[in-house]
């Protein structure tokens, strides 16, 4: 790290020192091992073959980050309010910090730290409320989603460090909400939600389900026909009489009857095609 960014935080509160170690990489040779620091006087010193240096107090510092102050930073730069709950009750890994209302919606914020990037997935297990694809999560270091989940719902803090602010830029937040889809669907429970709010439970697993779920995998393409019956026959197992653009009409009418204003966000490109998109601005 730069020593000035180090500065920087160590100055904002979000690093702070935790304990003394007891070993340092040794600089004073050219092969990489650990050499355990003495006190000389009032000073510290590594010896290394006939080379000897002092060593400063922060080197011996382990730091470590604190969590509230980077969690009141990042909800102060961002503009997000409301409580922050450490949804895993004192394990501190992940925490709702609260809503911000956008043009369209009021989003709810996490912050999860996770120390390997499979993390998620066993808390995604725990925490209920984290399912919704409208929330936004951040994270300290990237994170390997399963397929089922919507990875545009996971923003990495370093992607919104902008060294002319305080630290976090409300800027970069904007650009990459603006850029998230308004309709979500979620593939596991069946839900399909804009701006957050449920438009219609299509189920776990029935033709209507599989219909939308290859249209959601294709955001904003035109899917023919041809390729949307391929897909739900493959996911049902199970033959068909009718031909691609019967069965699939038959499947959009069934939906349109269930959910009447779908036709806001699923529409046909073409008369051999289908589409699932956000409702025009
Ligand atoms: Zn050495």
Not at 128 to 144: G, M, R, W
Not at 195 to 219: Q, T
């Amino acid at each position: 790290m730069h020593k000035k960014d180090f500065t920087r935080l160590l100055k904002l509160g979000i690093l702070k020192d935790k304990d003394i170690c007891t070993e340092i990489d040794c600089d004073l040779c050219d092969d990489s091992h650990h050499t355990t620091p003495f006190q000389n006087d009032a000073d510290f010193m590594i010896v290394c073959g006939s080379s000897s240096r002092k060593v400063l107090p922060d080197e011996l510092k382990i730091w470590t980050v604190n969590q509230d102050a980077l969690l009141g930073l990042i909800r102060k730069n961002l503009g997000i309010s409301g409580k922050v709950v450490d949804e895993t009750q004192g394990d501190k890994k992940l925490w709702n910090i609260g809503t911000k209302s956008t043009k369209h919606s009021t989003i709810a914020f996490y912050y999860l730290r996770q120390d390997s990037p499979l993390e998620f997935e066993r808390l995604r297990n725990e925490v209920h409320d984290v399912h919704n694809n409208h929330n936004v999560i951040f994270t300290n270091t990237n994170i390997e989603a399963q397929p089922n989940v919507q990875n545009e719902q996971f923003v990495n803090l370093t992607s919104l460090i902008d060294t002319g602010t305080s630290l976090f830029s409300t800027k970069k937040l904007d650009v990459i909400l603006v850029k998230r889809h308004r309709v979500q669907f979620d593939t596991r429970s069946g839900n399909l939600t804009l701006d957050g709010k449920l438009l219609h439970a299509f189920g776990k697993s029935n033709e209507r389900k599989y219909f939308i779920e290859k249209l959601w995998k294709d955001f904003e393409q035109p899917v023919t026909n041809t390729d949307l019956y391929k897909f739900v026959r493959g996911k049902m197992g199970n033959g068909v009489a009718d031909t691609p653009q019967k069965y699939c009409n038959k499947l959009k009418n069934a939906i349109s009857k269930a959910y009447s204003n779908i036709s806001n966000i699923l529409i046909q490109p073409q008369a051999n095609q289908y589409m699932l998109k956000d409702p025009d601005r």
